[in-house]
């Protein structure tokens, strides 16, 4: 008997609801057609948006960090690890996001859960949507306040256990921007009233939106026209901004509590400056070249469309994460597979990941991908799915 071994027997279990899955391994670069475990596929599987995991301005921008500023910083941010490339780059995303300053963090994960379990306490109170991001509830249960969750986009529901608070409680109303399973949009305006009337905190995590929304992918507070009435914004440079990381945008007191308080700030080591330099070369691409954003939104009107023509259900989606419905987690694993051996990466995603029962298909598709793969793509996913019984 090994002390390991109910580990063992947690992963058999898996195996026999066939819901263990090997890693899938990339040969070549993330691209929208890529070689995935030496086979050739359209990629329906990342989070590259606007295609700027290999844009040639990032390569080259990282390419002149790495020469003149080397591999790594050694230290964290509050010892000597801040360079003046990482602060360009939070001056650089303070004024994107339109806020008075910025913070990054190592990733998005670091950046919710690092703000959420330092800006409360255990007298305060968090209101969450039932499908935010596992980091969002990592970061609440490590701040000890109290956990309120409302069903998923349920203002109404919100209201309720805000008005169940006792008065003068510090209460915190977060959602996702754009949820990342279903790819619909937090109700941000109707949240920004409420938590406006409750004397709330507003939190959005945008790490879907960053790139997708908003005038030149500023996000869902720009797109929704909510400035200044979100105090918290969260955004991921690990996404459509195709590098790692993520911050925290907001008012300047804000990022120098998390300055002082975030400890993934203050206890994990910053970004290699290549990492900074092409996240800065991804703003000013943001900037200067919209045409990936419309391409982007082109691609996705034509995929969607493609795949409610051939009868699949595809939730409620309003971006370009497109869920392909299937119920069961076992056929979604066996769906996913056949696709792939068809030439089509696209992953199931089953318990827990989503709730029982809502096992799915999930499709992302990107401003790179050309309409012929798009197309292939369709015929495939129709192919499989009637075969499967899915439609
Ligand atoms: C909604 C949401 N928030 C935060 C994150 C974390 O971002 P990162 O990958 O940069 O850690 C993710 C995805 O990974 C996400 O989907």
């Known amino acids: ?46 989070n590259n948006y606007l295609g700027l995991t290999t844009h040639p301005r990032l390569r080259e921008r990282a390419r002149e960090a790495l020469d003149r500023l080397g591999v ?21 995303l303070a004024a994107f996001k339109k806020t008075e300053a910025a913070v990054v963090f190592q990733s998005g994960f670091t950046a919710n859960a690092g703000t959420v379990s330092s800006i409360l306490g255990k007298d305060d109170v968090i209101v969450s949507d039932a499908l935010n991001h596992a980091s969002i509830i990592d970061g609440a249960r490590l701040s000890r306040a109290a956990i309120k969750v409302f069903p998923h986009r349920d203002v109404t529901a919100a209201r309720a256990l805000l008005e169940g608070t006792p008065r003068g409680t510090r209460t915190l109303l977060i959602t996702d921007g754009v949820f990342s399973m279903d790819g619909d949009l937090g109700p941000l305006p109707a949240l920004c009233d ?34 200044g009435r ?21 008012p300047r007191v804000l990022i120098e509590f998390l300055h002082r308080r975030a400890r993934p700030f203050l206890f994990s080591t910053s970004h290699p400056p290549s990492v900074a330099a092409t996240c800065l070369a991804a703003i000013d691409v943001l900037e200067q070249e919209p045409q990936w954003m419309a391409q ?53 995603i089953g318990f827990p990941t989503v709730p029982q029962g809502k096992a799915r298909i999930r499709t992302i598709v990107t401003a790179t991908h050309t309409r012929d793969e798009l197309q292939f793509a369709l015929d495939v996913l129709a192919k499989t799915g009637r075969e499967l019984g899915v439609i």
């Open 194 to 227: 409420l938590a406006e009337e409750f004397g709330s905190i507003m939190m959005v995590d945008d790490a879907h939106a960053s790139g997708v929304f908003g005038t030149n992918g500023r996000g869902t507070v720009d797109h929704f026209g909510v400035h």
């Open 72 to 92: 790594g910083t050694g230290s964290v941010r509050t010892i000597a690890g801040t360079m003046a490339i990482h602060v360009e780059l939070e001056e650089r």
């Open 296 to 348: 982007l939104w082109d691609n996705t009107r034509f995929f969607k469309a493609g795949l409610q023509a051939a009868g699949f259900d595809t939730g409620l989606s309003e971006s370009p994460i497109t869920p392909i419905m299937v119920g069961d987690g076992a056929l979604a694993m066996t769906f996913s597979d056949r696709l792939f051996e068809r030439g089509v990466f696209a992953l199931g």
């Open 1 to 46: 008997m090994g002390v390991l071994d109910y580990l063992d027997a947690e992963l058999q279990s898996l195996r026999d609801q066939g819901l263990y899955r090997p890693l899938r391994v990339l040969h070549d670069e993330q691209r929208a057609h890529t070689v995935v475990d030496h086979r050739s596929v359209v990629n329906l599987s990342s």
């Open 230 to 250: 979100v105090q918290v914004q969260v955004g991921t440079l690990s996404k459509a901004i195709g590098a790692l990381g993520g911050y925290v945008a907001g």
